[in-house]
């Protein structure tokens, strides 16, 4: 059974500082991972989407890398800013999607 | 574009009574279709999927039926609430199959039971 573990489950940074996300997974057998921001009491928007064949994909200050074999995945975020506070999830699929159960970020200006 | 709608955004309903969340997609055809439930501390569960009119999946028992009755419709229902089924629901989509696929969510139901 796939489980999918995010560490830290809080992290609290000041401003402008790079940070990184993790995210873990059980079984390496997957289609692919996608991140997702969710803000309190909202929905979940998509940020990136990995392939299980890619390495990385990238989205303005946002950089997610894949290493399937070893069952791992992380969010960077580079230049941290207040706006960027929020969940992040990460989820893995082998048709329907596994999620890990957060980190909530705080950025402090 | 494709937009995702969900209503009510928050519902309070007492124990026992009937439940109908409803979802419907924008902007795309045939899509799959998805309820999840979010509770505090447990993350993201997904409820049912459906990839077509009719089609429902459901991943976990529970007191909880979807329904899909247009292609861009899914419906999530309960004949009697328990205080259980509170949480934050969340409709999903996405096209196609197989591996390369992007879900994307709606703003969510949060439902409270009392």
């Known amino acids: 059974k796939q489980e999918v573990t995010q560490i830290p489950a809080a992290l609290s940074v000041p401003e402008g500082e790079n940070l990184v996300l993790n995210c873990s997974f059980t079984d390496s057998a997957i289609y692919n991972l996608q991140w997702f921001r969710q803000d309190p009491g909202k929905g979940l928007t998509s940020l990136l989407l990995i392939q299980s064949s890619q390495r990385e994909q990238t989205s303005g200050r946002l950089n997610a890398s894949l290493d399937k074999s070893s069952g791992r995945s992380t969010l960077y975020i580079a230049a941290s800013q207040p706006g960027d506070s929020a969940t992040y999830l990460c989820a893995v699929s082998r048709g329907n999607l596994i999620f890990g159960k957060g980190t909530k970020l705080s950025v402090k200006p | 574009s494709q937009t995702i709608h969900q209503w009510p955004a928050t519902l309070v309903q007492p124990v026992g009574s009937p439940l109908s969340l409803e979802c419907t997609v924008e902007?795309?055809?045939?899509?799959?279709l998805y309820w999840y439930r979010q509770a505090a501390g447990r993350g993201l569960q997904l409820l049912f999927y459906?990839?077509?009119?009719?089609?429902i999946s459901s991943e976990v028992p529970q007191n909880l039926s979807a329904s899909r009755p247009q292609d861009r419709q899914f419906i999530l229902s309960s004949k009697k609430l328990l205080l259980s089924d509170s949480g934050f629901y969340l409709c999903?989509?996405?096209?196609?199959?197989?591996?390369?696929?992007?879900?994307?969510f709606g703003p969510g139901t949060r439902l409270t039971v009392t």
């Open positions: 902007g795309t055809s045939n899509p799959n």
């Open positions: 459906s990839v077509g009119i009719g089609q």
């Open positions: 999903a989509w996405n096209v196609g199959t197989g591996i390369s696929y992007e879900q994307y």
